[in-house]
């Protein structure tokens, strides 16, 4: 009886030794930890890349269709007053907003979902 504890115990003893040199579970964990989270920074960072492409790709379109001199030339035809009214309350700046926002959020669903990231709206 005492043999067969005493092997038990040098091979717990042999298993504690094998799993703790040098701390390996601990390195493995570790290597684990660094590799997990190079995976999360270079998901997000291709977002982040992604992104900024499709914002340049957006930019582009508006400037290539010209958006901005378009609504200008709508309010040249309006009274005096009128314009100064509406410049006021800021109406063309409201209404290159929401074309601008508008023509960025296609580019950005079409680029996504070119991309494969069809969950970048989200």
Avoid: C
């Amino acid at each position: 009886m005492e043999i067969l504890l005493s092997s038990i115990a040098s091979l717990v003893d042999w298993l504690d030794w094998f799993f703790n040199f040098g701390g390996l579970i601990a390195k493995f964990q570790q290597l684990l930890g660094h590799l997990m989270s190079g995976i999360i920074v270079g998901y997000w960072t291709l977002k982040l890349s992604t992104a900024v492409f499709m914002w340049g790709v957006a930019k582009q379109i508006l400037l290539d269709l010209q958006v901005t001199q378009y609504i200008d030339s709508l309010f040249t035809n309006f009274d005096s007053q009128i314009i100064s009214m509406l410049l006021w309350f800021r109406i063309p700046d409201f209404i290159h907003l929401i074309v601008t926002a508008y023509v960025t959020r296609w580019a950005i669903a079409a680029m996504s979902s070119i991309v494969g990231f069809a969950s970048f709206m989200s």
